[in-house]
Each structure stands twice: as C-alpha cells, then as structure tokens.
C-alpha cells in the first residue's frame, strides 16, 4: 500500500463515518410518510395554484422538460398547494459519498422574495458528477426563517418522470420537495441531507 494513502486513510475513514452517520441518523428520524394535505387552509391568498406552479417551474426548466406536468401533479397530490418556491440551480458530485451545492430565490406567497443557498451529504450507489436547474416546492413555511435548517429525506418518497426527479425533505411541520433537471439514479440511489442557509458555505453539515 502506498505510503501516502496509508497516511491519508484514517482521514477518509473518518469522513466516511461522519458522512455516513449523519445521513443515517438523520434519514431514520423522519421515516413517516408526509402529513395529509390541510386544504382547508390552502387558500389563493396564502398559498400557490397548480397552474401558478407549473408555470414557474418551465421558467426554470423550459417549456420542453418532459415529465414535468406528471410531476407537479404528483407533488400536488402528495402535500396540496405549497406557500413557497425556490428557483434555483446546484452542482454537486459522488464516489460513493456525494456534496451538493446550490443557491436560489425563495418566493413566499406572504413574505416576498429572498436569497438562499443550500448544501448537502449524502451516501449510497452513486458515482459522479453534475450540475442542474432546481426547483423546489416548500410547504408550511409560515416564518421564511424557518427555511434555514437542516431537513432530513423522508424514506420513499421519490418520484422520477422522463427527466426530472423528486424527492421529499422535512423537518418540524416544514416540507420542501425539490425537483430535479437530468438527475437520473443519482437522486434516487442516496440518503442524505439537505441544509438551507442565509450564506454560502462549503460546510455541509
């Protein structure tokens, strides 16, 4: 064994561990299926349509994103209408353990409009590299402060039409499903997290 790698394998190992650790016990803290949507409560005036949505996800991924309409629908379905969105874009790579690194605009129906970032672990069957529009649907936002947290994976809840994937995150009464441009199995062959911040940073924990 070289003696460079034999120097820089507890490292590795330790990494590993953290990475591993963190994502497990953060996906098995949230292994319920998402709550009923409160239609109710979803109202014009605090929440998004379905139309509203679409069309704002296509200025994202453009008018010929296959898939998109069964997705949105799918999402609706799930949660109902959401009070918040975020138009952003990612890029993010993985031998075995994987980063991802992202920035957006989140719109609130209530509070306007305002800068994100976001960055994450995850682990799993997946090798590679890649970079994506992203567009995500966020439910039960009351407080956009609330946004800035780390939100675990909700186990099985994916979704992947034509080119787009989705995959569900919560964290407290919060739930934000973020879609995915050309994903193909790296999203639905991980668990991991997903932290949302004020700032940019390279610390994804």
């Known amino acids: 064994m070289p003696r460079t790698f ?8 330790g990494l590993l561990f953290v990475l591993v650790s963190g994502c497990v016990s953060s996906t098995s803290s949230s292994t319920k299926a998402p709550p009923a949507p409160d239609y109710a409560n979803q109202t014009d005036e605090n ?32 949660l109902g209408r959401p009070n918040g969105y975020i138009a952003g874009e990612e890029a993010g790579g993985a031998l075995i353990v994987g ?32 970079a994506a529009k992203v ?13 800035f947290r780390r939100f675990p994976q ?8 034509g080119g787009l994937g989705v995959s ?10 973020p879609i995915r441009l050309g994903v193909g199995l790296r999203a639905g062959a991980n668990v991991g997290s997903y932290k949302i911040t004020k700032e940019s940073t390279f610390n994804p924990f």
């Not at 120097?7 to 590795?12: E, G, M, Q």
């Not at 509203?52 to 799918?74: M, N, W, Y």
């Not at 567009?135 to 946004?147: A, G, R």
């Open 135 to 147: 567009f995500t649907l966020v439910y039960n936002l009351y407080d956009t402060e609330d946004i």
């Open 6 to 13: 034999s120097k820089i394998r507890p490292l590795i190992c």
């Open 47 to 78: 929440t998004y349509d379905q139309r509203t949505i679409l069309e704002a996800s296509k200025d994202v991924f453009g008018e010929g994103a296959e898939g998109l309409g069964g997705i949105i629908e799918s999402i609706f379905a799930d």
């Open 154 to 161: 909700i186990e099985g809840q994916f979704y992947f039409v």
């Open 168 to 177: 569900y995150h919560q964290r407290g009464d919060v739930i934000i499903a």
């Open 99 to 130: 980063l991802r690194y992202g920035n957006g605009i989140l719109h609130h129906k209530i509070e306007g409009t305002r800068q994100v970032h976001w960055a994450g672990p995850s682990i799993g069957f997946d090798v590679g590299g890649d």
